[in-house]
């Protein structure tokens, strides 16, 4: 698999991608080298990596407790004390191994510590692999309002070697194929076209996808890497997923979503007030919530926490000059940023998601 090189740093494929890491220890000679690491990468994850890393000096594993509920800066003041305690300087290297929150959480941590070490992200999900590989966004979580603190740095190089995905349940693998499909829907009909009938996908097959889907990405970073005009079609599904997801994540008597099925259902939120407002074909429309119905689960969403998901809008880091801006679609592949959506046409796609299972 060929590598992706974007204007600050390459993303390197599969076995062959290790040979990168090696040679960038050997050649900017680290003071320390340290792997942040959650406690299901520690196990599942980690001997893979350590058997491919080639280095003579010593390796300090660091690891954090797993979920998105962990993605605070008191996990980060944790982490930035244990590498003070064991000697890190701004001449060390951190290499973050696991899904978003360790390579958003790690990457934040890096820029940080000492005004800035140097990083290299081993995505080890699906989702981070084709999300989180492309643009630099590091951050954490305030409370449970997503990445509300971080800064845009990007990592030395990122390896993506989908060995790791065997360590993935399907819900994560689905989580994942969800900023796939985005990517198709706000970019490139033909590669949204190939997760109509996922029966014949394979690793290989899986392989190419997870390549195109990061060409798209940097394509779209490369633009626009401060998130001034076409980055921004990125949040497609994003403004009401995020929102659904913070609730869930928030509310003791939900079952907490995962990014991916949070996004899934905002995509058909988005697409349905896309109809309305930015000339979206009801044809094309029906074909995306079929699509995506398709792989996802239904998550009935109650009347009564319509009001409280709303509220949550109003955090959404794409919002200026206090207006809630959505992402939305004109056709499938084409797109429509800074759009204002009324309540009561949120409302109305709110009610038509939970009637189009």
Not at 40 to 67: Q, V
């Amino acid at each position: 698999m060929k590598t992706i090189e974007t204007k600050t740093y390459n993303i390197h494929f599969n076995l062959s991608a290790y040979k990168h890491i090696n040679n960038f220890i050997e050649e900017s000679n680290p003071s320390s080298i340290f792997i942040l690491v959650d406690q299901n990468t520690h196990e599942l994850c980690l001997p893979h990596l350590m058997s491919e890393i080639s280095t003579s000096k010593t390796i300090e594993i660091i690891e954090i407790e797993a979920g998105e509920i962990n993605k605070t800066i008191e996990t980060c003041v944790g982490v930035w004390n244990v590498l003070s305690e064991l000697g890190a300087d701004r001449k060390s290297l951190l290499i973050n191994l696991g899904g978003g929150v360790i390579t958003d959480m790690g990457g934040f941590v890096a820029s940080t510590f000492k005004r800035g070490i140097n990083f290299i992200n081993v995505p080890t999900t699906l989702l981070s692999m084709v999300d989180a590989s492309v643009g630099g966004k590091t951050g954490v979580d305030l409370g449970t309002l997503k990445n509300q603190i971080g800064v845009i740095n990007n990592p030395e190089m990122v390896i993506i070697d989908s060995t790791y995905l065997k360590t993935l349940a399907q819900n994560e693998m689905r989580s994942g194929l969800a900023e796939m499909l985005k990517h198709g829907l706000i970019q490139d009909r033909m590669y949204w076209d190939k997760f109509k009938d996922l029966s014949l996908l394979n690793l290989e097959h899986l392989d190419q996808l997870i390549h195109e889907s990061i060409q798209i990405k940097k394509h779209v970073v490369d633009i626009d890497p401060r998130e001034n005009g076409l980055r921004k079609t990125l949040n497609y599904g994003h403004t009401l997923g995020h929102a659904i997801e913070s609730y869930y994540l928030s509310d003791p008597n939900k079952t907490d979503l995962l990014h991916g099925e949070a996004v899934a259902i905002g995509m058909i939120l988005a697409s349905y007030i896309s109809t309305k407002l930015s000339g979206l074909s009801d044809a094309e429309n029906t074909e995306i919530k079929e699509v995506i119905n398709n792989i996802y689960d239904f998550v009935k969403i109650d009347e009564a926490d319509y009001e409280p998901i709303m509220d949550l809008l109003k955090f959404d880091k794409k919002n200026s000059h206090g207006n809630i801006n959505f992402v939305l679609l004109t056709a499938i592949g084409d797109t429509k940023i800074d759009c204002l959506v009324s309540n009561e046409l949120i409302i109305e796609a709110l009610n038509y998601y939970n009637n189009s299972n």
